[in-house]
C-alpha cells in the first residue's frame, strides 16, 4: 500500500509511473494533463497522432468522460473490468486532455481487471493513460524487466507486479458507427463479442491490419508495430542459416541458431502469453533474423498474427 501511494504522488505530480495490467505493462500519466502526457509520449518516442487508451476504474468512472450509449453500456456490464476498450465519443465536456486522444471527438476507454492497476486507479483518484511502457513500435512488455531494458535510466518508477496473466493488448471495439467494429484483435477473443453482439458487430477491416498510418481512431494500428530489432520472416517451415526459431505445436524443425516455442501443446491462449517475452529474447546475436512458424487464425489466434504481421512489416512504415 506504501508504494501504490508512492506511485499516485508521482502522478499527481505530473510525472510518470510503469504498472501491471492483466494485458501488459502500461506508462501511466494523468490523463487530464496535457503536461504529463507531452512527457510520456517523449519517453515513448510516441508519434502525437497516436491516441491513448484511458483507464479507469468503473463504467461510472467512464461515463464522466464519454458517451456511454446503451451498447456501450451492455459491453461495460459483460466484460469489465477486461481486456477490452471501448472507443466512444467524446463530449465537449470531458475532462480528459486531447493529447490522449490525439484530438479526435473520440475516447478510448477500458478498466483493467489486475489488482495492481485497480489499486494504483483509486489511490490516484482518477483516470490514467497507459499505453504500453516501451519505446514505441517495440515490442510490448510483459514483465519489469522488459520496461526497464527499453527505458534504461530514463525508466519511470515500475509496480512489478510479476509477469502478466494474457501477454496481449486488449481488443479494441468502436462503438462510434452503425455498427461495433474490431480496430485492433486483442486478449478478448472475437468469438466471445460475437456471441454477445451477433450481427452488431461488422467484419473485421483488413485495410486496418494493413493500412496507413493516417487518421488512427485507436491504438495499435500503426502499420508497422510490435517490432523486435531482428527482421521477422512469417510462416516459416524451417530455420535459414542464421535465424532463431519462433516455434508453435509439438513438431518443431531443427537447424535454428536458438528456438523458443509459443506453446508445444499448440495452445493459442499459452501462446498469447509467452509471444512478446519470446520475441524478447530471440532478437539478439548472434541471430540475423527470427523465423515464425504458422499459427492458426482462430480464436487468440486472430490477435497473435496481427502482432506478428505488423512486427513484420518495414519498420520505415513505422512513423
Known sequence: PDTIDRAARILREGCLVAFPT?????????????????????????????????????????????????????????????PLTLVLPRPRTSPISLLASAGLDTVA????????????????????????????????????????????????????GGPTQLGLESTVLDLTGEVAAILRPGALPRARLEDFLGP???????????????????????????????????????????????????????GAIRTLNLSPR???????????????????PPASAIAVMPIPVEGLGEAINDRLQRAARPRDTAR
Open 22 to 82: 492483466e494485458t501488459v505493462y502500461g506508462l501511466g500519466a494523468d490523463a487530464a494533463s496535457d503536461a504529463a502526457i507531452a512527457k510520456l509520449y517523449a519517453l515513448k518516442s510516441r508519434p502525437h497522432f497516436n491516441p491513448l487508451i484511458v483507464h479507469v476504474l468503473s463504467g461510472a468512472e467512464a461515463e464522466r468522460i464519454a458517451l456511454v450509449g446503451a451498447l456501450a453500456a451492455s459491453l461495460i456490464r459483460e466484460f469489465w473490468p477486461g
Open 109 to 160: 476507454v477500458r478498466s483493467p481487471a489486475h489488482p495492481v492497476a485497480r489499486a494504483l486507479l483509486e489511490a490516484f483518484g482518477g483516470p490514467l493513460v497507459a499505453p504500453s511502457a516501451n519505446r514505441s513500435g517495440h515490442v510490448s512488455p510483459t514483465r519489469p524487466a522488459h520496461v526497464e531494458f527499453d527505458f534504461g535510466p530514463a525508466a519511470p518508477l515500475i509496480l512489478d
Open 200 to 254: 452488431l458487430l461488422a467484419p473485421l477491416n483488413v485495410s486496418s491490419v494493413h493500412g496507413s498510418n493516417a487518421a488512427l481512431k485507436s491504438p495499435g494500428m500503426l502499420a508497422s508495430h510490435y517490432a523486435p530489432r531482428l527482421p521477422l520472416r512469417l510462416n516459416a517451415a524451417s530455420a535459414e542459416p542464421g535465424e532463431a526459431l519462433l516455434a508453435f505445436g509439438p513438431n518443431m524443425p531443427e
Open 266 to 284: 499448440g495452445d493459442l491462449a499459452e501462446a498469447a502469453a509467452n509471444l512478446f517475452t519470446h520475441l524478447r529474447s530471440l532478437d539478439a
